[in-house]
């Protein structure tokens, strides 16, 4: 049973949508992609800038690259209160529900961007009470609420 669609987000371009409503805890869909090997992700240009939105760390060997058309979940978008997390369980990468999701709703997570310089870069458009205004990882927005008082 499918639990998304795909529709045009506020937030950016495409997003994946709740077709149903989804308990918390529920595998919604698998981050499909590549495996490659840390060393290969490490000296690859293509992920050399500093925010590797697709890639994730699956073990000390193996990072997992989900930049392809067919990994319908990076379509998933950043939010600052977002209702899904992803890990990894094996070689595989899962999005889960990490709240009670309502039928309607945008499904969006952390994409765990670390606090630098160049956050500016990356400007948030989730539109929740919680947002800063840039993708910065929870644990680092802190920072950016200083600042701005
Ligand atoms: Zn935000």
Known sequence: MKLYKIKKSKIDKNGLYAVRDIRKGTKIIEYKGKLISVRQSEIDPKFDNGKAIYL?????????????????????????????EVFGSGHKVWVYA????????ELSYDYGFSYDDDYKNYPCKCGT???????????SRWRIKNKKK
């Open 129 to 139: 009470n919680k947002c800063v205004g840039y993708i910065v990882r929870e644990g």
């Open 98 to 105: 990490m709240k009670n999701i309502k039928k309607g709703d």
């Open 56 to 84: 994730f760390k699956i073990n000390k060997k193996y990072d997992l690259d989900g930049d392809f058309k067919f990994n319908t979940a990076r379509l998933i978008n950043h939010s600052c209160d977002p209702n899904c």
